[in-house]
């Protein structure tokens, strides 16, 4: 009796892993969904990267003292490169 009732409660766990792991899967799909699909920026800087990528597009260094503080970027300049050459 006791071998049949850990065989149903192995099975239940189980079960009950694989819901858990198949709910996280679509609430983690569902979140990236609407982080890919937002109609605003949702970044405090995602607007400026355009500015930065245009300043290293006129050939001009946006880490120089003539950009600072306007064309500062805390980020590597490798973003905007691909973004550059994928435009």
Same mark, same amino acid.
């Given at each position: 009796m006791? *071998?049949?009732?850990?065989?149903? !409660?192995?099975?239940?766990?189980?079960?009950? $892993? !694989?819901?858990?792991?198949?709910?996280?899967?679509?609430?983690?799909? $569902?979140?990236?969904?609407? #982080?890919?699909?937002?109609?605003y920026? #949702?970044?405090?800087?995602?607007?400026?990267?355009?500015?930065?990528?245009?300043?290293? *597009?006129?050939?001009?260094?946006?880490?120089?003292?003539?950009?600072?503080?306007?064309?500062?970027? !805390?980020?590597?300049? #490798?973003?905007?490169?691909? !973004?550059?050459?994928?435009?």
């Open positions: 006791t *071998e049949n009732y850990s065989a149903k !409660l192995g099975i239940t766990l189980n079960s009950i $892993y !694989l819901a858990c792991i198949i709910l996280f899967a679509v609430g983690i799909t $569902y979140n990236h969904i609407q #982080l890919i699909s937002h109609d920026p #949702l970044d405090y800087n995602e607007g400026g990267m355009l500015v930065i990528t245009s300043t290293l *597009e006129q050939g001009e260094s946006p880490y120089s003292l003539q950009s600072q503080p306007t064309r500062i970027s !805390l980020y590597p300049i #490798l973003y905007n490169i691909c !973004l550059l050459y994928t435009s």
